[in-house]
């Protein structure tokens, strides 16, 4: 089966400039989870949706970061405006259930600001 | 709230070495226990889980006991392989679905 798509794997914008990356999971998972991943540290949770339901969004910067997954399937996270320590790699997830499953990845968005 | 600490690396081992990556966690409840490996320029893939207490999770030659008494996940195998080179993460998800992760592990295995 397809994996997790991720688009794009790279960009580089200005500072103050907007970004958005694309998600599209795996067929059938209801949840989907973005993370933020630092250099040399571990994934840390931006958004986690159940369907089209944001059920955990308490560490996304809502003043300058939104996302969206319409109809339950793929999804969009926007930065406006970025700033320079935004600049990580964003990762999204999906999973069959929330709970205790598994976690399946994308590759991932290197973003860079500068 | 929930954390995750794991051994800092980086590890360097020569072939056929034995690994332990150590991992120890603060939850409430029940958590299931992951860890997951990141190849250079691929995104993380689940090694191996366990669910409740004194389960053992296996795949790939690597070992992890979900030990409750020591709220520990230690990561082993036998004899690593220069292809077992990689990041591991430990990992929890907490009864409502929330996830913590550690800060990986870097591992390098020299011929």
């Known amino acids: 089966e397809a994996g997790v798509v991720q688009s794009p794997r790279y960009k580089i914008i200005e500072k103050k400039q907007p970004v958005a990356f694309w998600c599209n999971p795996i067929s059938g998972h209801n949840t989907l989870y973005w993370y933020l991943q630092n250099l040399g540290q571990g994934p840390e949770l931006l958004i986690r949706y159940e369907n089209e339901e944001a059920v955990d969004d308490s560490q996304l910067p809502k003043d300058r970061f939104s996302a969206e997954r319409l109809k339950g399937v793929d999804s969009t996270l926007k930065i406006q405006p970025a700033e320079l320590g935004d600049s990580a790699v964003y990762l999204c997830?999906?999973?069959?259930?929330?709970?205790?499953?598994?976690?399946?990845f994308g590759p991932g968005t290197r973003l860079t600001v500068t | 709230g929930n954390s995750v600490t794991q051994m800092e690396g980086p590890v360097t081992l020569s072939e056929e070495a034995f690994l332990t990556i150590n991992c120890t966690y603060t939850?409430?409840?029940?958590?299931?226990l992951f860890w997951y490996v990141q190849y250079p320029g691929e995104g993380l893939q689940l090694l191996l889980k366990a669910t409740k207490a004194d389960d053992k999770g296996s795949n790939k030659g690597f070992e992890a006991t979900y030990r409750k008494e020591t709220t520990s996940f230690h990561l082993e195998k036998g004899s690593v392989q220069v292809s077992d080179s990689a990041v591991y993460f430990c990992?929890?998800?907490?009864?409502?679905?929330?996830?913590?992760f550690g800060d990986g592990t870097t591992l390098t295995v020299k011929p």
């Open positions: 939850a409430t409840g029940y958590p299931s």
């Open positions: 997830a999906s999973s069959l259930e929330s709970g205790r499953g598994e976690q399946y």
């Open positions: 990992a929890l998800t907490s009864n409502a679905g929330k996830s913590t």
